[in-house]
């Protein structure tokens, strides 16, 4: 799973096309655009054993999982083998992941033997105090990133999700929802935002009211590919979904006088799309903390990575020392503070937390040595 050495490489140097992992060596990658939705699970099995099969998990509640193929979706749960061989929650099935099955029951139910190695993830700090990772999904091509135009627009929160998307490797597209609410000055200004922050991820603004970038959207999921929406409760994620299923009809909650929408998804979902393109709803999330995001915040605030290149000194802060070629650009209009303050904070975060990881995981081994010193010398006095 994503936890180990080997699988850790395997991740970070293959490039997700959107279809199964090289774990099966006859395993096919691509994905018929011409067939049902279907065909986004129809993937032969060769390579692996007579009595298995290859499926994605579309579903998660605590120990029991959905799994689906192209036949379609049945219940399933974790071996005790395979959860034994989890080194952490993170290596556990979540949503998007492909797993080795076994079916039972005349395939009315499944055992999930192995979960095959992820190509791309989101993941976060895990809410509250533990200092640990929380898997979210896997294997998305494209993070869908919804702020509501009217009451939830927060460049700082953005760059938050960008970070997240950047750090797993996906491509983001941010989605400005409820643009009826709001003037055509108003929505320029909030693009204007978006941009003066550095932010070059493509934008789309959308409506589902009158139905603005909604066919441009729907336009922009390719079959086979797998998407998500990630965004704050009642920002319209599922209102969203439902534009784009057609005939589905996933609960939502009605919009407040102030436009705020009711949050209404309650747990992580993968859903069909017509077009044969994958969609992962999700509910919000109050909490972004950020673990082990370094590469991502470089990624994502390249801009700052740019001017620094020419800074006086290699180790500059960008703080107080001169020849500061960061605080230069700021000073002339180049960056924006806001952006530049937010770096160093996520920065500042993500290494504080990336420690106190370190550290967590010393005190572990440190009571691990305890234990079994403890049990070696109980089994020496047994001896006598």
């Not at 797993?168 to 909030?190: F, R, S, Y």
């Not at 390249?302 to 006086?312: A, K, P, V």
């Not at 180790?315 to 952006?339: F, K, N, S, W």
Request: hydrophobic letters at 35%; glycine letters at 10%; proline letters at 4%.
């Amino acid at each position: 799973m994503t936890t180990s050495k080997p699988k850790q490489a395997f991740l970070h140097t293959s490039a997700y096309s959107g279809g199964l992992p090289d774990t099966c060596p006859d395993v096919e990658h691509s994905v018929s655009a011409a067939g049902t939705p279907h065909d986004a699970f129809a993937l032969p099995g060769q390579g692996c054993h007579p009595d298995q099969s290859i499926a994605r998990v579309t579903a998660v509640d605590r120990n029991h999982y959905v799994v689906r193929n192209a036949e379609g979706e049945v219940p399933a749960k974790l071996t005790g083998r395979a959860a034994y061989t989890c080194e952490s929650p993170v290596d556990m099935p979540c949503v998007g992941d492909w797993v080795r099955i076994s079916y039972h029951d005349a395939g009315s139910r499944a055992s999930i033997l192995d979960v095959l190695p992820r190509q791309s993830f989101l993941r976060r700090k895990r809410p509250g105090d533990t200092v640990e990772y929380q898997m979210i999904a896997a294997n998305i091509d494209v993070a869908f990133i919804v702020q509501s135009c009217h009451f939830d627009f927060n460049v700082r929160r953005l760059e938050r999700y960008l970070v997240m998307a950047s750090e797993g490797q996906i491509e983001p597209v941010v989605l400005l929802t409820k643009a009826d609410l709001i003037t055509p000055e108003a929505l320029e200004q909030l693009f204007s935002q978006i941009r003066h922050a550095g932010i070059g991820a493509r934008v789309i603004a959308l409506s589902n009211v009158s139905g603005l970038g909604v066919e441009q959207l729907r336009e922009l999921i390719q079959p086979g590919k797998t998407y998500c929406l990630l965004g704050s409760s009642g920002v319209g994620k599922t209102t969203l979904v439902n534009r784009l299923v057609g005939g589905c009809d996933l609960a939502t909650g009605a919009v407040s006088l102030s436009g705020e929408g009711r949050h209404t998804t309650t747990r992580r979902q993968l859903i069909v799309l017509e077009s044969g393109g994958l969609l992962i709803d999700m509910p919000g999330m109050r909490e972004l903390g950020m673990l082990g995001v370094g590469d991502g915040i470089n990624d994502s605030f390249s801009d700052i990575q740019f001017h620094s290149q020419r800074c006086r000194f290699a180790d500059c802060t960008h703080t107080r020392e001169p020849g500061c070629a960061v605080q230069d650009a700021i000073a002339g209009g180049e960056l924006d503070e806001g952006h530049f303050r937010n770096y160093l904070k996520l920065k500042k975060e993500s290494e504080f937390l990336d420690m106190s990881k370190l550290e967590k995981r010393n005190r572990d081994r440190t009571f691990g040595k305890l234990v079994r010193s403890i049990n070696k010398a109980k089994g020496k006095r047994k001896e006598y």
